[in-house]
């Protein structure tokens, strides 16, 4: 059973940075593609970023390229989501999951709890 926890979030002015942190435990980490998403209050959760088990690919959505950067450290067995740049809109809570197919059917099996970002204007 693969366990992630997120940290990392917090309250920053529109602009600001964050760097959140997903930790994983139970499983072999650097077999799985890993991903962030993030849900608004009163929205559907979407997909934030996803990378590669290697880390040598990644993809984001359109709201996020250019400001976000996610990167894995497997000798850590940590997956990182660098925030720069950030806009109210990007408030949410953000969640990490992991899944050994989620690159290819984008079917993620283990999910954080979450950790709640809230950007100030």
């Known amino acids: 059973q693969v366990q992630l926890v997120e940290s990392g979030g917090g309250l920053v002015q529109a602009g600001g940075s964050l760097r959140l942190s997903c930790a994983a435990s139970g499983g072999t980490f650097s077999r799985y593609a890993m991903g962030w998403f993030r849900q608004a209050p009163g929205k559907e959760r979407e997909t934030v970023a996803a990378i590669t088990w290697s880390g040598s690919s990644t993809v984001y959505a359109d709201s996020v390229k250019g400001r976000f950067t996610i990167s894995r450290d497997n000798a850590k067995n940590t997956v990182y989501l660098q925030m720069n740049s950030l806009k109210p809109e990007d408030t949410a809570v953000y969640y990490c999951?992991?899944?050994?197919?989620?690159?290819?059917?984008?079917?993620?099996?283990?999910w954080g709890q979450g950790t709640k970002v809230t950007v100030s204007s």
């Open positions: 999951a992991s899944g050994a197919l989620a690159w290819v059917t984008g079917k993620y099996d283990y």
